[in-house]
């Protein structure tokens, strides 16, 4: 059984679209997130939510709004996009430990290449 | 955060040992050491955590000195399916944020 799960796994779309990328985990975690990692392999964090709270907000632009319609679910919309925007977008999740850093489980990742 | 340096690159022959060693001089005494391995194509995975000394599963091993200023990732015998990208990552105790640097691409030849 897949434990994080996203689709579409391939995105092709042209510039001023707006998409969404849909996160599943059925590993009964309860924080999610986004990450983008761009053309030169960075992978940094975009957003995460516990419990379908947001927790981490970093400097994205407007554009992208996550949307968590329970803890079990994080999808990812975007807004008018920009060729900037292509990249590969992994979604992750763990648990709520509280005590030691706790492991992400990634999803195998969605290519996003805006024309 | 602390920030971590590891080499960009390295290469090995099958069979061999391979360590990877990852500097963070300004760990704070809360933060655990993790590695998470991703191949091409894929989501990184987990590899293995630590906070002092060793530690050792059925993947790896992770060398840990006291000073906890650095930290050396062991793989045992590798194989070409070992070939991906290693990250070192320094990660407070309860925290949900994981800051990944450039890590360390390992090729393993034949």
């Known amino acids: 059984d897949t434990a994080v799960s996203q689709t579409p796994k391939y995105l092709v779309t042209q510039m001023g679209n707006d998409k969404s990328i849909k996160c599943e985990q059925n590993l009964g975690h309860d924080t999610m997130y986004w990450y983008k990692q761009d053309s030169k392999k960075f992978l940094k964090i975009m957003f995460s939510y516990n419990n379908k709270e947001l927790i981490i907000n970093e400097t994205v632009p407007n554009r992208f709004s996550p949307k968590s319609p329970d803890k079990a679910h994080l999808n990812l919309h975007i807004n008018s996009l920009e060729l900037g925007d292509s990249a590969v977008y992994f979604c992750?999740?763990?648990?709520?430990?509280?005590?030691?850093?706790?492991?992400?489980?990634f999803g195998p990742g969605t290519r996003l290449t805006v024309l | 955060l602390a920030k971590t340096t590891q080499p960009i690159s390295m290469d090995s022959y099958e069979g061999q040992e391979v360590n990877i060693t990852c500097s963070h001089n300004n760990i704070a005494t809360n933060d655990y050491i993790t590695w998470y391995q991703q191949f091409p194509s894929q989501g990184p995975r987990f590899i293995i955590q630590g906070y002092k000394t060793k530690v050792t599963n059925e993947v790896a091993s992770l060398f840990i000195p006291a000073d906890r200023k650095s930290s050396t990732l062991s793989l045992p015998r590798v194989s070409l399916s070992d070939t991906a990208v290693y990250y070192c990552l320094v990660v407070g105790a309860g925290s949900y944020q994981l800051t990944f640097g450039k890590g360390t691409k390992l090729s393993v030849i034949p």
């Open positions: 992750a999740s763990s648990r709520q430990a509280g005590g030691r850093a706790d492991t992400q489980y």
